[in-house]
């Protein structure tokens, strides 16, 4: 089992910048992939921000070139800092991972419990 913890949140004015940290725990053998979504009130389905692994990341349209994701493997933690933001970013973010716990087992999806970003003046 992976769990994963999401933080920096809030409450932030358009144009302003935050950072959400994902920290993870738990038996994960190989790491897949690792990314953010978010999702918006009223909608049932979580839209990809951003995701990569050891060769690629891949920015949705809407976060390429204000959003960027980072880690740091020694505190087993994923970033997605957030520039320029703007009352459409408005939504919960969840933190996810496609890992194999094991050598022997298939590869799992995770999610976080989310963080609520809110855009407004």
């Known amino acids: 089992q992976v769990q994963l913890v999401e933080s920096g949140g809030g409450l932030v004015q358009p144009g302003g910048c935050l950072r959400l940290?994902?920290?993870?725990?738990?038996?994960?053998?190989?790491?897949?992939?690792r990314g953010w979504y978010r999702q918006t009130s009223g909608r049932s389905h979580r839209d990809l921000v951003a995701?990569?692994?050891?060769?690629?990341?891949d920015y949705a349209d809407s976060a390429r070139g204000r959003f960027t994701v980072s880690r740091d493997d020694a505190r087993k933690t994923v970033y997605l800092q957030m520039h320029s933001l703007q009352p459409e970013d408005t939504a919960t973010y969840y933190c996810?991972?496609?890992?194999?716990?094991?050598?022997?087992?298939?590869?799992?999806?995770?999610w976080g419990q989310g963080t609520q970003v809110t855009v407004s003046s």
């Open positions: 995701k990569f692994n050891d060769s690629r990341t």
């Open positions: 940290s994902c920290a993870a725990a738990g038996r994960m053998f190989n790491i897949h992939t």
């Open positions: 996810r991972y496609e890992v194999q716990p094991t050598s022997l087992s298939a590869i799992y999806g995770y």
